[in-house]
């Protein structure tokens, strides 16, 4: 006779609690998740009233008093808790017993993440919902230690997007790692998208040893940085208006030591390329998709005499191959200059339905 084996029960842990109304859990999990304190290594306890949240430790007045705000019968004890029968995969796995599958539906497909800090992108009807969101996205992703939501669109000279700080540490500030190379970002300071890595690397790896590249919209250098690691022969001048953003690539370009190829100009990209790089490059980088078009002229002036490559940027919508291409080639050839090949033509990535932002690479000739 064999003996059939068991598997044996998980031990129960006797963990800190606080205790609520079912009706209560949502906003009592919110609070738990902002001051820190909810312990998602454990399973929550139900009944047909009440539901158990297991604590990290004892809370302390503050988070006490916070929590009896939002859910004023919550009451503190100590309960036994089952561990959770494993760590979950995704964010909406972390969530499946947190919100309604009307919720879970509408949660967004992708979010950003710039080092250690998330960007989400939230419709108004989850706005009740974005501290549980974010509490979820944290204990999937262990690494991340911000969370934020956008609150409006890119906009200004310096192109920086309003956020709204959700949960974790209350900070704009990161090392952001991108093919090898650090890039220290301050996302309340100066542009910088993670959805652009592929594009940043797709340029640096068109550029040949022995150039000189003008970047027009630096920011905090991921293309110049880039381009400069790739290659030992190669000048890249990394211009930009907003001065955080500048004193951001120069500290960049010092952690990447490219100092010797990489050279920070800070200004209006048209004045500095009349007064000092005028006729001095084989390349320019032009990613300023909602205002590429007004520095047209002074790109193709950028170029030395024999012509060259610019890798413009715009924004464009249905027909956005046609128009990316006519836009581009009409204003070089409004500045006296020839399009004499476009080189390429891809959407880089969605910014809206059915609106794209745009590359087109383009040869670039001196007028007759």
């Not at 454990?42 to 430790?57: G, H, N, Y």
């Not at 890798?311 to 581009?328: K, L, M, V």
Request: contains cysteine; aromatic residues 6%.
């Amino acid at each position: 006779m064999t003996s059939r084996k068991t598997t044996p029960a998980k031990r129960q842990v006797e963990r800190p609690s606080v205790r609520v109304p079912r009706s209560k859990a949502q906003p009592a999990i919110q609070s738990l998740i902002k001051t820190g304190i909810l312990d998602r290594q454990f399973s929550v306890i139900t009944d047909d009233q009440t539901v158990a949240l297991p604590l990290m430790r004892d809370p302390n007045e503050i988070e006490i008093d916070e929590l009896r705000k939002l859910v004023p019968s919550a009451s503190l004890g100590v309960e036994d808790f089952e561990p959770r029968k494993r760590h979950p995969r995704t964010f909406e796995e972390a969530l499946a017993e947190r919100l309604s599958p009307d919720i879970l539906s509408r949660l967004p497909k992708s979010f950003d993440v710039v080092g250690d800090i998330t960007i989400l992108e939230l419709d108004s009807g989850l706005a009740v919902y974005e501290t549980v969101i974010a509490g979820a996205i944290m204990e999937v992703h262990p690494n991340v230690r911000a969370v934020f939501a956008k609150s409006g669109e890119v906009s200004g000279a310096e192109r920086i997007r309003p956020l709204r700080y959700i949960a974790g540490e209350n900070r704009t500030h990161t090392i952001h790692k991108e093919y090898g190379c650090l890039f220290k970002v301050d996302l309340s300071k100066a542009f910088f998208s993670p959805r652009l890595s592929t594009e940043h690397q797709r340029v640096a790896q068109m550029v040949e040893k022995g150039e000189r590249v003008i970047d027009m919209f630096a920011g905090v250098g991921p293309f110049s940085i880039l381009t400069a690691k790739r290659l030992d022969e190669v000048r890249v001048e990394a211009i930009d208006s907003n001065p955080q953003a500048v004193e951001l690539l120069q500290e960049n370009v010092r952690a990447n030591k490219v100092e010797s190829k990489v050279h920070a100009h800070f200004g209006d990209a048209r004045e500095v390329i009349r007064k000092e790089l005028f006729q001095s490059a084989s390349r320019v980088i032009m990613n300023h998709p909602s205002a590429s078009k007004d520095f047209v002229k002074e790109a193709c002036a950028a170029l030395q005499p024999s012509g060259g490559t610019i890798h413009y940027y715009t924004f464009a919508g249905e027909n956005w191959e046609t128009d990316s291409r006519n836009d581009i080639e009409h204003v070089v050839k409004e500045s006296g200059y020839v399009a004499e090949r476009v080189l390429g033509i891809h959407r880089v990535r969605e910014v809206a339905p059915m609106r794209w932002q745009v590359a087109v690479d383009l040869e670039v000739a001196r007028g007759q």
